[in-house]
């Protein structure tokens, strides 16, 4: 696995991780437990252990916003899709539910679920992800998910480190492309025109 920095991680991780295989948690018990935790973030990987995740800090929440904000404008003038914030949650054709900080669907792959699939997690891969690593996220489970991602669909995912100011671009089948201290990013082909100027969040 590609590895964004070599780097031993000091801080430890902002999660907490329980298994509950031997559970058989369903769909549906697991959407209600995220209703009932609104404060709380939870994921489900495929090997069926939930993830969960504290609040971000105060600056990492600005950092995101200011993600998300430039990601929904582009998507509105481009009108080709659909974009997401945090607190969206997908089922991946894994198995695994994951919400990354920000994401993209093509319209027509959004449009082709049904109006309880879109309203549910929606069983679908985003083409395009980023995730953003806070203080104390561990950078080794930021990877997996990356990889995760470009392993279920996506076309193309950013992990943005914004305390070594260096971001990941991760695609399928191909290896991880490091850029240090970048002042804009684009996505083209994927997101063709969408630019990030990395400086407003560094």
Not at 2 to 23: C, D, F, H, I, K
Not at 56 to 69: D, E, F, L
Not at 143 to 169: C, H, P, T
Request: glycine share 6%; with cysteine.
């Amino acid at each position: 696995m590609a590895r964004v920095s070599s780097t031993v991680e000091q801080n430890a991780p902002n999660y907490l991780m329980l298994n509950v295989q031997s559970v058989h948690l369903t769909d549906r018990q697991f959407y209600r437990l995220c209703q009932d935790n609104p404060d709380l973030r939870v994921e489900l990987t495929a090997q069926r252990k939930l993830v969960i995740t504290s609040p971000t800090g105060s600056k990492t929440g600005w950092r995101n916003s200011k993600i998300n904000q430039r990601l929904a404008n582009w998507t509105e003038e481009n009108g080709t899709g659909v974009a997401f914030d945090s607190s969206t949650g997908f089922t991946l054709p894994n198995g695994a539910k994951r919400s990354p900080d920000a994401a993209w669907v093509r319209r027509e792959a959004w449009d082709a679920l049904t109006e309880e699939q879109q309203e549910d997690f929606a069983p679908i891969c985003p083409d395009f992800v980023i995730e953003l690593r806070s203080t104390n996220d561990s950078l080794t489970s930021l990877e997996q998910k990356m990889n995760e991602y470009v392993e279920n669909g996506s076309q193309v995912g950013w992990l943005f480190d914004a305390k070594s100011k260096r971001v990941g671009i991760f695609r399928p089948n191909q290896a991880v492309e490091i850029l240090e201290n970048p002042s804009t990013i684009n996505g083209d082909p994927v997101l063709p025109g969408f630019a990030f100027d990395l400086r407003e969040i560094w």
